[in-house]
């Protein structure tokens, strides 16, 4: 394994702290298409809405950082829209999906550097 930061992507879906309802942890990036043959190889990304967007899981709760590298607590969510680096732990050999080699990336640290309050209510 290996470690590699993305930088500068948007956050989204935050279950980094909580389990999810189909267990583990998680987060989802959005990204431009300018980036897809970067990401590419960290997992498998879909087109939704006109971005690209990767579901990042991981079996153990993933670090949170704020834009000064001070952990987040537990009770400071991630609001759909914040920016981030994340660090991921990738393996050394890929595996094949779709006839393509990938390395499924898995979040160990996110920073956040644009927080977006985590918005509960009604619309």
């Not at 930088?7 to 583990?24: A, F, M, P, S």
């Not at 970067?38 to 939704?48: I, S, V």
Request: aromatic share 10%; with cysteine; net charge positive.
């Amino acid at each position: 394994m290996h470690k590699v930061i993305v930088k500068n992507v948007v956050l989204k879906w935050d279950n980094t702290r909580k389990e999810g309802i189909y267990g583990g942890y998680s987060i989802q990036i959005e990204f431009n298409g300018d980036r897809y043959e970067e990401l590419f190889q960290l997992g498998r990304a879909k087109l939704h809405n006109g971005k690209w967007v990767m579901n990042l899981r991981s079996q153990k709760p993933i670090k949170v950082l704020d834009c000064k590298l001070e952990k987040l607590t537990n009770e400071i969510r991630i609001g759909n829209g914040s920016v981030g680096n994340i660090m991921l732990a990738v393996p050394d050999e890929p595996i094949y999906f779709k006839d393509q080699k990938i390395r499924k990336g898995i979040p160990i640290i996110i920073q956040v550097i644009e927080y977006v309050d985590y918005f509960t209510g009604d619309f």
